[in-house]
C-alpha cells in the first residue's frame, strides 16, 4: 500500500508571493488532515476534510491560507501571501474511520 | 494555552535501558491518547495509543500508561535500541463516533539512545 505523497518536498520563497503544496492521500482514506510545524514545536491542524467537504478549519488563518479537496481524493494547500512566519513544515495526513493518522514526508517551505 | 505538554525537550538514555517519556494535558474531553515517532524529514509514524476508559496499553517493547485523575500519560520502552532514537511526539484526539478529529500534539521529545 502506497503512503501519503506530498509535493514539493522544499519550496523557497519571498515574502508576498504565492505558494501552493499538494497531497495524495492513501487510497481509500476518507479523512485527510493538514498540519503546519513550526520549528521547535508540534504539528498544528489547520484543516481537516471528510471526503470532499470541510469539517474542521477552525485554526487555518483564512485571510491567506485555502485548502480545497477535489473529488474526495486529492488535496492542495495554498497560501496567498506568504509571510515570513508561515515558514514551517506542511504535513498532511489521511485516515480511514480509525484514530490512526498517516502521514506524508511533509513539505519544509522556507519563507525570505 | 498549550492543551497537550511535554517538559523534556530531550532524554539520553542508555542502550537496553528503560526509556520513559511524559506528556501531561489540560483538556478532560479528551478520549484518546497517541504516541508518535518522528525521524527527521520524515513524517510521523503512528507507534501505539490508548483509550480514555483504559490505564495501560502495551505492544511489544512499548507501554502507554495513563492517569486520568492526573491528566498524565508516560510511554515505556524497554530495553531501549539505538533504532529508537528519534523525535517523540505526545497526541491526543477527541473521537467523534464517525472519526477522529485532527490530532492535538504536544512539543515532542528527542530520545537519544546512547550505545
Known amino acids: 500500500e502506497a503512503g501519503v505523497a506530498q509535493s514539493p518536498r522544499y519550496k523557497i520563497i519571498e515574502k508576498r508571493q504565492s505558494v501552493a503544496f499538494w497531497c495524495n492521500p492513501i487510497?481509500?482514506?476518507?479523512?485527510l488532515y493538514w498540519y503546519q510545524q513550526i520549528l521547535g514545536q508540534g504539528p498544528k491542524l489547520l484543516i481537516q476534510f471528510q471526503n470532499n467537504g470541510v469539517v474542521d478549519d477552525s485554526q487555518l488563518p483564512k485571510d491567506r491560507f485555502s485548502a480545497e479537496r477535489l473529488k474526495g481524493v486529492d488535496s492542495t494547500l495554498k497560501i496567498q501571501p506568504a509571510k515570513l512566519e508561515d515558514s514551517a513544515v506542511y504535513l498532511c495526513?489521511?485516515?480511514?474511520?480509525?484514530?490512526?493518522?498517516?502521514f506524508g514526508p511533509g513539505t519544509r517551505l522556507t519563507v525570505l | 494555552d498549550q492543551q497537550v505538554k511535554q517538559n523534556s525537550p530531550s532524554l539520553s538514555v542508555q542502550e537496553g535501558r528503560i526509556s520513559i517519556l511524559n506528556c501531561d494535558y489540560t483538556?478532560?474531553?479528551?478520549?484518546?491518547f497517541l504516541w508518535y515517532k518522528k525521524y527527521p524529514a520524515e513524517g510521523p509514524t503512528f507507534l501505539i495509543s490508548?483509550?480514555?476508559?483504559?490505564d495501560k496499553n502495551e505492544d511489544g517493547r512499548f507501554t502507554v500508561f495513563l492517569n486520568k485523575s492526573a491528566k498524565h500519560l508516560s510511554l515505556h520502552i524497554v530495553p531501549s535500541q539505538p533504532g529508537d532514537s528519534a523525535v517523540y511526539f505526545c497526541?491526543?484526539?477527541?473521537?467523534?463516533?464517525?472519526?477522529?478529529?485532527?490530532?492535538?500534539f504536544g512539543k515532542g521529545t528527542h530520545l537519544i539512545i546512547q550505545p
Open positions: 497526541a491526543t484526539a477527541v473521537y467523534s463516533g464517525g472519526g477522529a478529529d485532527g490530532l492535538t
Open positions: 487510497s481509500g482514506h476518507a479523512t
Open positions: 495526513a489521511s485516515s480511514r474511520w480509525t484514530l490512526e493518522q498517516f
Open positions: 490508548i483509550s480514555s476508559i483504559k
Open positions: 483538556n478532560s474531553m479528551f478520549d484518546y
